[in-house]
């Protein structure tokens, strides 16, 4: 038998297995419809398929630039309504997320804080709460609670979230995506890592542990001490970009590289950003710099700006999360993506249940889900004696 890549995934997603095997039968969101804007790849195929599990009417659409199209068409096949193709053209994916909001969903299931935004442009009556999946979504959607006033669980904000998907598996699939994209060597190579919260820390781990000289930038003094004292190199913004063969990005802010940055480059330097939004880097900005002579692009998703002093400088997805991005894209680890996604099944579940109410607006993950999402892990690794 043939199986799929979509299969492999499921197979592995223990937690979520378990879940839907409870969903079946509890069915929590029964008579509920689910507005989903994450991802569209094999893993988030095994959430959503849970959630439908569970009794949920699910519209579905992706995020920028990482649709997958064997996870739309896996999706469609199970009966999901999903809205639009992969596309890199932001208006046309705002768009699809304006599709969404049409159907009025029960509950939101947002990556980023795009859907709630945009429902707060265009509210109606009848929505419960939901999910937040990102550190950036967060980060917009605080400042809004006063106008959301229902549940939002930040699922980014469980310790679980933070070391299992942020720390270890980003800076794993940093590296895998890095070696797959450009097949170039790390080790001896000088990298700079921007931003050393939860991502960053595992990033600039990953490629020390691939052998690279590893320095980090970060403007809170602290945690650029904290880097200091994890043996990191932490010089001056100027001088880890010029002493940089490649440069990742993984901060949650705007513009951290931009063309004014391009004097201080080396030739040859490659530009990777790992951060939710592709404005990390500034690449429209760099691409149409008077220093740029002319570009050249690479199937693997590379561009490569010349310079007009000879200097090349090469672009990885274009400033897109890198990690999910290119020839056959894997994304985080299976594991780590099965326990996040069993924190949303169980968050959704909550806000379904109204176990939570308005007052937790843009909260993190309760307790009560992360230590039981935890200990169902740790039961199947360690199966009781006996
Ligand atoms: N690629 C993925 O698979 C993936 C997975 C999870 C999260 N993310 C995204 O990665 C980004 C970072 O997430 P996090 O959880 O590490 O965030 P975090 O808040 O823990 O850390 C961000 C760090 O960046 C620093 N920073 C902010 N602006 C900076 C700048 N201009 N220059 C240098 N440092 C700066 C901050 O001081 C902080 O230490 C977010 O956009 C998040 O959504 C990506």
Redesign the pocket.
């Known amino acids: 038998m043939i199986s799929t890549r979509i299969d492999w995934v499921r197979e592995h997603c223990r937690l979520l297995q378990a879940i839907s095997a409870e969903f079946t039968r509890t069915r929590p969101f029964d008579g509920l419809t689910i507005g989903t804007g994450i991802h569209l790849e094999a893993k988030t195929v095994a959430l959503l398929l849970t959630l439908r599990d569970g009794g949920a009417r699910l519209v579905s659409t992706g995020n920028l630039n990482t649709t997958q199209p064997d996870a739309v068409a896996r999706l469609r096949d199970e009966g999901v309504t999903v809205i639009g193709e992969p596309t890199k053209d932001a208006r046309v994916h705002a768009s699809y997320q304006d599709g969404v909001l049409a159907a009025e969903p029960d509950l939101i299931l947002d990556n980023g804080g795009d859907l709630f935004t945009r429902y707060l442009d265009r509210p109606y009556e009848g929505l419960v709460g939901g999910t937040e999946e990102?550190?950036?979504g967060r980060m917009r959607l605080e400042p809004l609670r006063d106008r959301l006033r229902l549940p939002i669980l930040v699922i980014?904000d469980s310790p679980i979230k933070q070391f299992a998907?942020?720390e270890h598996a980003?800076g794993q699939?940093a590296l895998e995506s890095y070696l797959r994209m450009t097949n170039r060597v790390t080790n001896g190579e000088q990298v700079t890592v921007?931003?050393?919260?939860?991502?960053?820390r595992g990033v600039a781990a990953a490629f020390r542990a691939a052998r690279a000289r590893v320095s980090v930038?970060?403007?809170?003094p602290v945690?650029r001490l904290r880097a200091h004292l994890d043996g990191f190199g932490a010089p001056p913004r100027n001088v880890a970009i010029a002493s940089a063969d490649l440069i990742i990005t993984?901060?949650?802010?705007r513009n951290?590289l931009t063309a004014a940055d391009l004097p201080l480059l080396r030739d040859g330097v490659i530009l990777a950003n790992?951060?939710?939004?592709p404005a990390e880097i500034d690449v429209p900005g760099l691409a149409a710099a008077a220093a740029v002579a002319s570009t050249t692009e690479y199937p693997e998703d590379l561009l490569t700006l010349e310079l007009t002093d000879g200097r090349r400088i090469h672009v990885l997805a274009r400033g897109h999360?890198f990690?999910?991005a290119g020839p056959r894209p894997l994304g985080?680890s299976i594991e780590s993506m099965d326990l996040g996604f069993a924190l949303q099944a169980r968050c959704l579940e909550a806000v379904a249940r109204r176990r939570v109410d308005a007052a937790s607006c843009v909260v993190p993950v309760p307790a009560d889900i992360d230590a039981a999402v935890a200990r169902g892990y740790l039961d199947r690794k360690y199966p009781a004696a006996g």
Request: net charge negative.
């Open positions: 990102t550190t950036s980014n998907e942020n980003v699939s921007f931003g050393y919260g939860s991502c960053g930038v970060d403007v809170d945690t993984v901060t949650g802010a951290v790992s951060g939710h939004f999360m990690n999910l985080n």
